[in-house]
């Protein structure tokens, strides 16, 4: 499907296998100028899904969907984001139109932090631990303290194993209709978003998406995203390798996506 080159190179296959739409997902680490800080992981879903999912039953279940998942679970995942991270609260968090919970992970070095760009959603309560486990890659970092102080960030761009089997087939312009209309339906209300905050003055950077402090590095708007179907369908028509010089191009024409294609974003700051 179109759908599986576009979560491929923005490193979110894992999570959009196991989360149907209406969840909106974000993990921002939080830099201090001295390489310590915090990994902020918001999951909401819609009040409109958490309503059909509680008439279907869900909300017999001791941590139903969108609920604060028990501590213990919390604990257990900062080990995953590396050596001497330690899982520092969890809070609910409502919005006009979602709800859920943002947990809060804090970290001494940075250097030893790793974030997945295919996050799991095992915290969740409607993920199942039967679900087959995939190749994760994950965003890196280098902290050089100085004035100013550097920051790298390194991102595992490693290709997707299948080769030319993975190719999707040829399909008619009817099917492809039919495809888009089923993509729209099942990714509604859901948005995935990556970043990194650095605490100070960007001095210089290499980012190809910079605001501020804040240096985006994945952000997808499904429902931008589905909306423009010519866009999706150049992207697409990328293949599975491109260079990030053409993907970049590309992607900067589709409201709603932003991915950072560089292997290594440079920060300055101080």
Avoid at 4 to 21: C, E, I, R, S, W
Avoid at 23 to 33: C, L, N
Avoid at 233 to 250: R, T
């Amino acid at each position: 499907m179109a759908i599986k080159n576009l979560v491929k190179l923005g490193g979110f296959m894992a999570l959009l296998m196991t989360l149907a739409g209406c969840f909106e997902v974000s993990t921002v680490v939080h830099v201090k100028p001295d390489g310590s800080g915090t990994v902020s992981e918001r999951m909401l879903l819609s009040r409109e899904s958490l309503s059909q999912m509680q008439a279907m039953g869900e909300k017999d279940k001791k941590e139903g969907p969108g609920s604060i998942p028990e501590k213990e679970k919390l604990e257990k995942k900062s080990a995953d984001y590396g050596e001497g991270v330690v899982f520092a609260g969890v809070y609910p968090v409502r919005t006009k139109t979602h709800e859920g919970y943002e947990a809060v992970y804090a970290f001494r070095d940075i250097n030893t932090l790793r974030v997945s760009r295919n996050p799991d959603p095992a915290t969740s309560a409607d993920s199942s631990a039967a679900q087959p486990k995939k190749e994760k890659q994950y965003v890196r970092f280098k902290f050089v303290k100085g004035d100013p102080s550097g920051l790298y960030i390194e991102l595992d761009q490693e290709p997707e194993k299948g080769g030319a089997s993975s190719a999707a087939p040829s399909t008619t312009p009817e099917q492809q209709k039919m495809a888009a209309e089923l993509m729209k339906q099942f990714f509604k209300g859901m948005r995935v978003f990556l970043a990194v905050d650095v605490q100070g003055m960007v001095t210089a950077s290499n980012a190809t998406y910079k605001k501020g402090n804040r240096i985006t590095l994945v952000d997808m708007d499904f429902d931008k995203l589905m909306a423009h179907p010519r866009e999706f369908a150049a992207f697409n028509a990328l293949g599975p390798d491109p260079s990030p010089e053409k993907m970049q191009k590309v992607i900067r024409t589709i409201p709603g996506l932003k991915i950072e294609t560089r292997k290594e974003v440079q920060v300055r700051f101080r």
